[in-house]
């Protein structure tokens, strides 16, 4: 497990079978002191719905 760290933030890098997974928690924590809200407002949002749909094909 990796681990950038920026502007007083760790944010976790795990690889599995050779792919690299980001913690979105980390990255909203970067953003915001909620990151619940920060990510709520991303599953919200037109284009992560629109890429979603098509991921799920």
Excluded: C, H
Excluded at 19 to 32: E, H, N, V
């Amino acid at each position: 497990m990796a681990k950038i760290f920026d502007q007083n933030t760790n944010i976790t890098i795990i690889s599995v079978n050779g792919d690299d997974y980001i913690s979105l928690t980390d990255l909203a924590r970067y953003k915001s002191d909620e990151p619940n809200a920060v990510i709520a407002n991303w599953m919200r949002n037109r284009n992560t719905i629109e890429y979603l749909g098509i991921w799920e094909q």
